[in-house]
């Protein structure tokens, strides 16, 4: 038998709010996640969801409202406390953020290996051969051969971008992995591969996933729970499939009821 | 873990639902009210009344998918009763996990996922081990008659049949002492049909709850410990 979840939060937001000058792109949005819960956040473009998703990640400073982690050693932190050195250790380590443009999350120049080796050298791995070899296990856990280790990303296509992206954040053994769109751009059949991807993961790894994205199937593939926003505010939380057969604000039902059904 | 046959497992009590449609013009759609009734261990309880009376609704009800108005839906869990009326997400998906299952009546396909990882699924979230839960997923499609050949492949390209097996076997492939079914035999032959009416003896016979709706009713007579007819819950077109 597998032991009991832990049930205390890894993640809790307050209040958090967010303006680019008299536009309130966030307002007062709160939330928490619990290790191995995937949370989507989805919305339309404009909406917030991704402002809310780099406001939890500390990749923007809210102008109000806390993140509260709890760390590896078991010590929960208001991130807005935390040094900028510790904060870049926690990204490195603990947190991983997978962009829509794996451009943005990878270094274009450097070999598959390389780039997922340099998180494993941030945190203080020396060892080449040993970098090497968990390299190669990671770009087959992603489903890239591992005899394409020494080519550089330009030379991959869209969805091995993506799958690399991927392995890069999950080398270090993330607790919470943030996501924005990231399968967005990609051909629907190489989008089916990833998602079935990161849903195997999710569950293997015992992830806690917050996934933004604007495509309501995605999200109830791969979520547990979902928060629908419009306009910077939360319209409407709770489990995936209630919320998507039953969803009860005014705004989601707009939302569901405009997606064609596959 | 076993039950005593008089133990309530499920226990309904003025149950409401209806859909505000915003989209058209904030009309709103009865659909039950006064939903009142109990599941002991070891039975099945069948919605009877013509579609549309709302029986689906309450077994979506029943499992979270559906949120509920009004009323109470006391689910045995663990060592207590749960309310799923008014259940945290969290609270929701661990009585999934543990004690209630659900069997709808198409299987929802996620790509690329073969037949039987598909089915060990809810196996492995009750904490089983890989290898264990495709044990049992392998025993449920070979009593479902599913053709080995089919169990590696994913079931997007199954006929109608084999989907709703798949999904059948998914369904009893938990250690869930409640389980949901609607309409599970509709696209079934009699071979099959008569393969989900044994299994579900056997998992009664374990003190397993069944709630269900069964149009067959050759099937229905079958399985039915009693029959509750939706339409005495209609809810007042006046709402």
């Known amino acids: 038998m597998s032991a009991e979840p832990n049930i205390t939060p890894l993640l809790v937001a307050t209040g958090l709010s967010k303006s680019y000058g008299r536009r309130m792109a966030c307002e007062d949005v709160s939330l928490s996640i619990r290790e191995g819960e995937v949370l989507a956040i989805v919305g339309e473009s404009g909406s917030g969801k991704s402002t809310l998703l780099n406001l939890l990640a500390g990749r923007l400073d809210a102008d109000s409202g806390q993140v509260h982690y709890r760390m590896r050693d078991g010590v929960t932190r208001d991130m807005g406390t935390l040094t900028e050195a510790e904060r870049r250790v926690l990204m490195r380590t603990d947190w991983g953020f997978v962009h829509q443009d794996a451009a943005q999350g990878l270094r274009m120049n450097v070999s598959a290996g390389g780039n997922i080796g340099e998180r494993l050298m941030a945190i203080g791995n020396r060892h080449y051969g040993d970098i090497r070899a968990t390299a190669a296990h990671w770009l087959t856990r992603v489903e890239i051969n591992a005899d394409r280790i020494d080519d550089k990303p330009t030379a991959y296509s869209g969805g091995m971008r993506q799958r690399?992206?991927?392995?890069?954040?999950?080398?270090?053994?993330?607790?919470?992995?943030?996501?924005?769109?990231?399968?967005?751009?990609?051909?629907?059949?190489?989008?089916?591969?990833?998602?079935?991807?990161?849903?195997?993961?999710?569950?293997?790894?015992?992830?806690?996933?917050?996934l933004v994205t604007h495509d309501l199937a995605v999200a109830r593939l791969l979520s547990h729970r979902i928060m629908v926003m419009k306009g910077g505010h939360v319209i409407e939380t709770g489990l995936t499939d209630r919320v998507l057969d039953d969803p009860q604000a005014a705004y989601t039902q707009l939302l569901v009821s405009s997606v064609l059904a596959a | 873990m076993s039950y005593l046959p008089n133990q309530i497992m499920l226990s309904v009590e003025d149950l409401a639902k209806g859909f505000t449609l915003h989209l058209h013009g904030g009309a709103v759609l009865p659909v039950v009210s006064g939903v009142s009734f109990n599941?002991?261990?070891?039975?099945?309880?069948?919605?009877?009344?013509?579609?549309?009376?709302?029986?689906?609704s309450i077994l979506k009800m029943l499992y979270g998918n559906y949120l509920a108005a009004s009323g109470e839906i006391r689910v045995r869990h663990g060592a207590g009763m749960v309310d799923v009326v008014g259940a945290e997400p969290h609270a929701v998906l661990d009585i999934r996990r543990r004690t209630m299952g659900y069997v709808s009546q198409f299987l929802r396909v996620i790509p690329r996922v073969p037949a039987i990882d598909i089915v060990a699924e809810p196996a492995m979230a009750a904490g089983h081990t890989r290898e264990a839960a495709r044990d049992r997923a392998a025993r449920l499609l070979t009593h479902l008659n599913l053709p080995e050949r089919l169990w590696h492949l994913p079931p997007a390209t199954f006929s109608g049949g084999e989907q709703q097996r798949v999904n059948i076997a998914r369904g009893f492939a938990g250690d869930h002492a409640i389980l949901i079914?609607?309409?599970?035999?509709?696209?079934?032959?009699?071979?099959?049909?008569?393969?989900?009416?044994?299994l579900?003896?056997?998992?009664?016979?374990?003190?397993?709850?069944?709630?269900?709706?069964?149009?067959?009713?050759?099937?229905?007579?079958?399985?039915?410990?009693?029959?509750?007819d939706v339409t005495n819950f209609a809810a007042s077109q006046a709402a």
């Open chain 2, 181 to 198: 079914l609607d309409e599970p035999t509709a696209s079934l032959d009699a071979t099959n049909r008569a393969a989900v009416i044994d």
């Open chain 1, 164 to 210: 690399l992206q991927i392995a890069r954040n999950l080398v270090t053994a993330p607790r919470l992995v943030f996501m924005d769109e990231p399968t967005g751009g990609l051909d629907v059949s190489v989008q089916a591969r990833l998602l079935d991807l990161i849903r195997g993961l999710a569950a293997d790894l015992g992830l806690a996933v917050i």
């Open chain 2, 200 to 228: 579900m003896a056997r998992r009664k016979q374990g003190g397993a709850a069944f709630v269900g709706i069964f149009h067959d009713e050759d099937v229905r007579t079958q399985v039915a410990d009693r029959i509750i």
């Open chain 2, 39 to 56: 599941v002991y261990a070891g039975e099945c309880v069948v919605l009877g009344g013509p579609s549309g009376a709302g029986k689906s």
